[in-house]
Nanobody, 120 residues
């Protein structure tokens, strides 16, 4: 099982970026998927989470600016980031709670991280 993230880059304050993450391999199902970020010198923090049924949770700092979505058929989660601020700079990681075949217990997998830099 592998999670592959893409979409990071350099953007000016007020700009937008869209991150995507795809789970591949052999497994039964993908449950919750989420995006975390880690700024230099800081701990990794939750940005947004989405359940398989589409229920969303956001960090207070990104509410109203970021939107998480998923495509269950493609095992993909996306993060649309609008009105970006310098404080949003960091490495963004996706994760997924993936249930192996013939199992009732999920395992947590992480993507490799993608750099987002917001700077003028």
């Amino acid at each position: 099982v592998q999670l592959q993230a893409s979409g990071g880059g350099l953007v000016q304050p007020g700009g937008s970026l869209r991150l995507s993450c795809v789970a591949s391999g052999t497994f039964g199902s993908v449950e919750d998927m989420a995006w975390y970020r880690q700024a230099p010198g800081k701990q990794r923090e939750l940005v947004a989470d989405i359940t398989r049924g589409g229920s969303e949770t956001y960090a207070d700092s990104v509410k109203g600016r970021f939107a998480i979505s998923r495509d269950n058929a493609k095992n993909m989660v996306s993060l649309q980031m609008n009105n970006l601020e310098p404080e949003d700079t960091g490495v963004y990681y996706c994760n997924g709670r993936i249930v192996p075949r013939r199992s009732a217990t999920y395992r947590l997998y992480w993507g490799q991280g993608t750099q987002v830099t917001v700077s003028s």
